[in-house]
C-alpha cells in the first residue's frame, strides 16, 4: 500500500509539470504575427503569473507594459514592466475592482497600432471585474456565494453574473477596440467554450437573456429588480478584433495521467474528460468501478488506472471545510474500503481545492477503517461538507500549494 501512494504523489506531481503553461504560452506566441505593434499585457486568473513570465521572456523589450491580476498567494514575484495585483478567489473583493479599473485604464485609449496580450486563465471570473452601474461588489459576492451553495456549476455561474459586469462577455474586448486582442486560453471549462473561461471577457456571448433568467429560477436566487433588468440586456453576439489560441485543457490533464500511468507500469483507461455531476456522486462511482475491477468484475484489467476528467459540484448543506475534490475522494474511500493494493485520488491541477490549502484528496482501502477507529464516520462528515478534516485525519490530504497552472481537475484510481 506504501508504495502504490508513493506512485500516486509522484503521478500528481507529473502531471502538474506536464500542464504548466510556459511552453504553451511559448508556442502560441511563435505563431502570432504582432507586425511592429506596441504590445501591452492583461493577464487573469490563477495561472496568470505563470503565462506573464513566459510572455516576458519570449518578447523582451516588444512589452510596453502590462497589468498581471492572480489570486493571493499565487504572484511569484516581479516581471519587468509589469503591475502585479492579487484578488480574491472564489469571492472577490475590492482588489479585484480595483485591479480590473487598472487593466481598464490601461486599455481604454490604445489606438489601432496597439496589440493586447491577454493571457486568460481559470478563476479569471472572480479575479476581473468590474461591476455594471448600480451593481456593487456585496451583490456580485452574494450572488456567487448563492451559486456556488446552490451547487450551479460554472458555466451556469458565469452565464448570470457576467451580464452584472463591465468586462464579462465580449465587453473588454470592446473597450480595447481599435486595438487588436491576442488571446492566450488556458482553459478550466468543460468542451473549452470561450464565453465560460473566465466568463469570456474577449469573446462572443453564446448564451442568452433567457438563458440567464431560467438559472435564476432553476436555483431559485433572489435578485433585485435592477439586477434582473440587467439580467434581460443582451450580451455582445460578435466581437472583430480578437484573435484567440486554446493552449491547454482538462482533455490533456487526462491524457498526462494516462502517459504518467503507462510509465509506470499501469494500464491507462481514461474513461471521460467531461465529468460534471455532484462530487460525492463521482466518488461513489470511481470507488465502484475499482471494487469491481479488483473483484474480477470490470473489463479493466490490473494493473491498472482508470481516469477521469473534469469538474463535479458539491452542494453546501453543512458548515464543515472541504472542496470538490476532497469530497471525491472522500466518497470514492467507501467503495474501496478494505481491498488492499487500490489508491484513489482526486486532483484540482491549480493546486487549491475549495477555501483551503488543498489540492485535492488521496484514499485508501483503510480510510474507512483509519476513520472508524478515530471514532469519525465518512456519512457524517460529508453530511457536514468537512471533507478537509475528515482527510487530514488520516494524513489524505494533497498539498501542493499554488501550481501556476489551472486546467480543470482529475481522478484516478490505481489497482494493482
Known amino acids: 500500500m506504501t508504495n502504490l501512494h508513493e506512485i500516486a504523489k509522484q503521478m500528481i506531481t507529473q502531471i502538474i509539470s506536464d500542464n504548466m ?3 504553451s504560452v511559448e508556442n502560441a506566441l511563435k505563431n502570432y504575427d504582432f507586425q511592429g505593434r506596441k504590445i501591452y499585457i492583461v493577464a487573469i486568473g490563477k495561472a496568470a503569473w505563470t503565462m506573464t513570465k513566459a510572455a516576458s521572456d519570449f518578447l523582451g523589450d516588444k512589452i510596453e507594459k502590462g497589468i498581471v491580476i492572480t489570486k493571493y498567494g499565487h504572484s511569484q514575484g516581479e516581471i519587468t514592466r509589469m503591475a502585479i495585483y492579487e484578488a480574491g478567489h472564489p469571492i ?15 486599455v481604454e485609449n490604445l489606438g489601432e497600432g496597439d496589440t493586447v496580450l491577454f493571457l486568460v486563465s481559470g478563476g479569471g471570473s472572480a479575479l476581473f471585474e468590474s461591476p455594471q452601474e448600480g451593481v456593487n461588489l456585496a451583490d456580485l459576492a ?9 451547487g450551479a456549476d460554472i458555466t451556469e455561474i458565469n452565464m448570470v453574473r457576467k451580464r452584472l459586469s463591465k468586462v464579462k462577455a465580449g465587453r473588454f474586448a470592446q473597450t480595447c477596440s481599435p486595438a487588436n486582442v491576442f488571446a492566450i486560453v488556458l482553459s478550466d471549462v468543460l468542451g473549452d467554450r470561450l464565453d465560460s473561461i473566465a466568463s469570456g471577457p474577449a469573446a462572443p456571448d453564446q448564451s442568452t437573456s433567457a438563458d440567464a433568467l431560467r438559472i435564476v429560477e432553476k436555483y431559485n436566487l433572489k435578485l433585485s429588480h ?3 433588468k440587467l439580467l434581460r440586456q443582451e450580451t455582445p453576439k460578435s466581437i472583430d478584433n480578437v484573435k484567440t489560441e486554446i493552449t491547454g485543457s482538462v482533455r490533456s490533464l487526462c491524457e498526462s495521467a494516462a502517459a504518467c500511468a503507462k510509465s509506470m507500469g499501469f494500464t491507462p483507461y481514461i474513461l471521460t474528460a467531461s465529468l460534471n455531476c455532484e462530487a ?3 466518488g461513489r462511482f470511481l470507488g465502484a468501478i475499482a471494487r469491481d475491477t479488483q473483484k474480477g468484475l470490470s473489463h479493466f484489467r490490473k494493473p491498472c ?3 477521469l476528467g473534469g469538474e463535479t459540484v458539491v452542494h453546501i448543506k453543512g458548515n464543515g471545510k472541504g472542496g470538490r475534490n476532497q469530497e471525491l475522494a472522500l466518497s470514492a474511500a467507501m467503495g474501496i474500503s478494505g481491498f488492499e493494493n487500490t489508491v484513489i485520488f482526486s486532483l484540482g491541477s491549480d493546486g487549491t481545492d475549495g477555501p483551503t490549502d488543498a489540492a485535492g484528496g488521496l484514499v ?8 472508524t477507529s478515530k471514532g469519525l464516520s465518512i456519512d457524517q462528515i460529508l453530511a457536514n461538507n468537512d471533507s478537509y478534516n475528515g482527510l487530514k485525519a488520516v494524513d489524505g490530504l494533497i498539498i501542493t500549494g499554488p501550481t501556476g497552472t489551472n486546467v480543470n481537475d482529475v481522478m484516478v484510481a490505481l489497482c494493482l
Open 280 to 282: 460525492a456522486e463521482a
Open 92 to 106: 472577490l473583493d475590492e482588489n479585484t475592482i480595483s485591479a480590473t479599473e487598472a487593466a481598464l485604464t490601461l
Open 21 to 23: 503553461p510556459y511552453k
Open 142 to 150: 452574494n450572488l456567487t456565494n448563492n451559486l456556488l451553495a446552490s
Open 226 to 228: 435592477y439586477q434582473l
Open 305 to 307: 488506472a482508470i481516469i
Open 364 to 371: 485508501d482501502g483503510n480510510t474507512v477503517s483509519k476513520l
